[in-house]
């Protein structure tokens, strides 16, 4: 069974960083696309950064395209997502996603196994 565990949130100051990482066990992590996702309080989920298992292609949302940075060690079956220059509008759970196979992708419903998430706050 596969299993996806975030960490590295917290509570930081606006135009400060994080950096999520996300464990995965249970399965092949170097064949999986990986995704990031955030929901804040009220809104739906949207997508924030994605990456094949090469790590030659990525996407971003247009929102933090150019502040945050995916990457993925597949010796530690890690993704990671950098986030520099933090807003107050990033705070949200931030949750890590993987899909079987295939390309990489960009929409929730592709992807087939989810982390509970993990807190980002960004204070003003």
């Known amino acids: 069974q596969v299993q996806l565990a975030e960490s590295g949130g917290g509570l930081v100051q606006a135009g400060g960083s994080l950096r999520l990482s996300c464990v995965v066990s249970?399965?092949?992590?170097?064949?999986?696309?990986m995704g990031w996702f955030r929901q804040a309080p009220g809104k739906e989920r949207e997508f924030v950064a994605a990456?094949?298992?090469?790590?030659?292609?990525?996407r971003y949302a247009d929102s933090v395209k150019g502040r945050f940075t995916i990457s993925r060690d597949n010796a530690k079956n890690t993704v990671y997502l950098q986030m520099n220059s933090l807003k107050p509008e990033d705070t949200a759970v931030y949750y890590c996603?993987?899909?079987?196979?295939?390309?990489?992708?960009?929409?929730?419903?592709?992807?087939?196994?989810w982390g509970q998430g993990t807190q980002v706050t960004v204070s003003s």
């Open positions: 996603a993987a899909k079987r196979r295939g390309i990489i992708a960009t929409m929730s419903y592709e992807f087939d196994y």
């Open positions: 990456m094949i298992w090469s790590a030659t292609s990525t």
């Open positions: 249970g399965g092949t992590f170097s064949n999986y696309p």
